[in-house]
């Protein structure tokens, strides 16, 4: 697998896993022996950088994640996020679901050490901005972690560019991890330039479409009750027939290429920018390995400007209204 660098020395494959899906959002969560051995197998095929968070089950994706990479935790990066009040997000009150109060975080960085059994956090992210909490506290707070050893890097998910630059100058951001994919191309006006002048890497999360882009889903396609795309604008009926020219496009460069669509919304990811690492997300041992055969995919400046010339629009909101308004700009 090819490597990448975010930020100012954080080394990690050109493809890493999102493991949220094996244990929340998506439905039911994966059989914990099938998802262990999905991401050790990961780890063979050279994935080196796995994101998890304190919030995905709760806590149950960072002790999966845990037990998985143990044995291998010298061959691999992990990354998780900080930043909620579960109290909140259980009776689904987002405005008092953020919380990163500094006790807030280094309490809970304590407890996610424990659950990844590991000595020291990667890649420690807040999860999202939270606006009671000045930026600088936030990333004074992660300084004193780094420094004490338990944290080598700071992240940052969904900040807006301000947020990014404000943070910057306290402790030195390595990443910024945002949804962007095909059908998600806002980073492209404000925050990509930023993290270029400011030499952070972006990881972007859904590279897929939340699955879309892989061809595999259309206007019939059902999702389980414990679905979050059930909430989802972008995945109603009438949006998922509007949207399907991304695929359409996808498959006809596919077809060229001896490859999946999903393999050519990762390769379009990979040559945007050199500190590009998406994180893609599966429950499927093959679909995995697809992901990652991704990173030797080549595309030519023609099939890039392809996707350009193609003027692709996308329909629906990508988030329901209360998690819009929590998106920091």
Known sequence: MKKRTLGAGLEVSAIGLGCMSMSF???APGPRGE????????????????????????????????????????????ATKFG???DGLRVGDRATALD??????????????????????DLLYQH????????????????????????KHFGLSEAGARTIRRAHAVQ????LQSEYSLWWREPEEEIMPTLRQLGIGFVPF???????LTGKIDDSTPFESGDFRNSIPRFSDDARRANRGFVELL???????????????????LAREPWIVPIPGTTKLHRMEENVAAADVELTPDDLREFDDAQLEAHGERYPEAAQRMIDR
């Open 25 to 27: 959002g998506y439905g």
């Open 35 to 78: 998802m262990v051995e999905l991401i050790r197998r990961a780890v063979d095929r050279g994935v080196t950088f796995f994101d998890t968070a304190q919030v995905y089950g709760p806590f149950t994706n960072e002790e999966l994640v845990g037990e998985a990479l143990e044995p291998v935790r010298d061959r691999v990066m992990i």
């Open 84 to 86: 909620w009040n579960l």
């Open 100 to 121: 990163s109060r500094p006790e807030t975080i280094r309490r809970t960085t304590d407890d996610s050490l424990r659950r990844l059994r590991t000595d020291c956090i």
């Open 128 to 151: 999202r901005v939270d606006p009671s909490v000045p930026i600088e506290d936030v990333a004074g707070t992660v300084k004193d972690l780094i420094h004490a050893g338990k944290v």
């Open 172 to 175: 030195p951001v390595a990443a």
């Open 206 to 212: 859904s590279p897929l479409g939340k699955g879309f």
């Open 251 to 269: 498959q006809r460069i596919a077809s060229r290429k001896s490859a999946t669509p999903a393999q050519i919304a990762l390769a379009w990811l």
